[in-house]
């Protein structure tokens, strides 16, 4: 059991609570699933039983012991029922929040500041790879054609699209942009500032609370999606 549980040791995490999450995970885990990361939750006063946060490569789960440890709950959110995650660094230790889509804020506080910003790093990549898929393109299979049939079928397809683009120029300007040519316009005009500070001078509180609003005019339809995203992409750079 100690080679189990022994590489989850490395900031301060409580062994012991370390070995009774790691023997319970072993029934817990889908075929395919790998613990990431593993938080323990470290209380200024003496907490026999603190909570606990695991980190898969296919979901969060908040790990609760009740009944004098006798016995735990376990509640997971999957990465694509996960909207953001967010870390706030306290006095005493840091608190690790995340938003689902269906707008329920979930958060565990006195995380250790190092194990904070480990299951923060980790909770991005997860998103991120979510988001940006790694697809390998099928190979392109050309068919033997004789010389002669395709030399007149080339003429024709060059006549096409040449026709084809000097259209597509003309009447380009008039065309409605799509996400791509959004994405250039930095949202710097609206969400870089707050009265007259930049992003950039904000605490991460009020970057989160920043961030929470434009989820809130997401939600009324005020934004659109696009416009959402780009936002929080600039504001959680500064995170």
Avoid: H
């Amino acid at each position: 059991m100690k080679e189990q549980f022994k590489k989850f040791l490395n900031e301060e995490q409580d062994p012991k609570a370390i070995e009774k999450i790691t023997s319970k995970l072993n029934d817990l885990l889908m075929k395919g699933e790998e613990v990431g990361y593993i938080a323990v939750q470290k209380k200024p006063a003496i907490t026999v039983f603190p909570d606990s946060i695991v980190l898969t490569n296919k979901r969060i789960i908040i790990c609760k012991p009740k009944n004098l440890g006798l016995s735990m709950d376990f509640t997971d959110y999957t990465w694509d029922d996960i909207a953001g995650a967010f870390v706030k660094e306290n006095i005493l230790g840091s608190e690790f929040s995340f938003n689902t889509n269906t707008d329920l804020s979930i958060s565990i506080d006195y995380i250790p500041k190092i194990q904070a910003r480990k299951i923060y790093t980790y909770a991005k990549e997860q998103l991120d790879l979510l988001k940006n898929p790694v697809i390998i393109s099928a190979p392109t299979i050309e068919a033997a054609v004789p010389v002669e049939e395709v030399a007149p079928i080339e003429d024709e397809i060059e006549e096409v699209e040449t026709e084809e683009v000097t259209n597509y120029a003309e009447i380009l300007p008039a065309t409605t942009p799509s996400y791509e040519t959004y994405e250039p316009i930095q949202p710097t005009q609206t969400s870089t500032s707050t009265g007259d500070r930049k992003l950039s001078e904000l605490s991460k509180e009020e970057l989160f609370d920043k961030l929470q609003n434009y989820k809130k005019l997401l939600d009324n339809g005020l934004i659109m999606q696009g416009e959402y995203d780009a936002y929080k992409k600039e504001i959680l750079s500064y995170m």
